[in-house]
């Protein structure tokens, strides 16, 4: 299945562009056999949608990290935070009984970005003596020890 992506749609502003990587980060591990390094998930989906070196190699002016790498790592992140990924071995991504059935599309995955940014915004809202971060780490752990409705 090759296609090529479109670099940026209408709709994804520069600081949610990450979100388009949600459905292929799964396709590249359930490709991988469940579980795969950064690397390896970066040189497949590179390769099966025909990315250009130029959005490969593209890097943050401030900070010189590659944006392609930096934006897969978010999308992993929320991955994880939906049940998607499991978060076990660093440096390894591995996929959930969730994630292996999971096909997401571009709404899909803009729906799970808008619900989080929802749940950590109640966070704040509360003002609980506890951190936003304590609390995103309580909310990750409950959803891989639960099992998905």
Do not use: C
Not at 20 to 41: H, M, N, Q, T, Y
Not at 44 to 64: A, F, Q, T
């Amino acid at each position: 299945m090759e296609q090529t992506v479109t670099l940026m749609s209408k709709k994804t502003s520069r600081k949610t562009e990450f979100v388009k990587w949600f459905g292929p980060v799964l396709d590249a591990l359930r490709a991988l056999g469940g579980s795969g390094k950064p690397r390896e998930i970066t040189k497949w989906i590179g390769e099966k949608m025909n990315l250009p070196d130029k959005v490969l190699n593209e890097r943050y002016e401030k900070s010189g990290v590659l944006k392609f790498q930096n934006q897969l790592a978010w999308a992993r992140q929320y991955l994880v935070w939906e049940g998607f990924l499991g978060s076990s071995k660093h440096g390894v991504w591995t996929l959930t009984d969730k994630g292996w059935n999971a096909h997401l599309n571009e709404k899909q995955a803009h729906d799970i970005f808008i619900r989080w940014v929802r749940t950590f915004q109640e966070l704040r809202n509360k003002k609980e003596n506890v951190s936003v971060d304590k609390k995103a780490e309580e909310v990750a752990q409950t959803q891989e020890t639960v099992e998905p409705e």
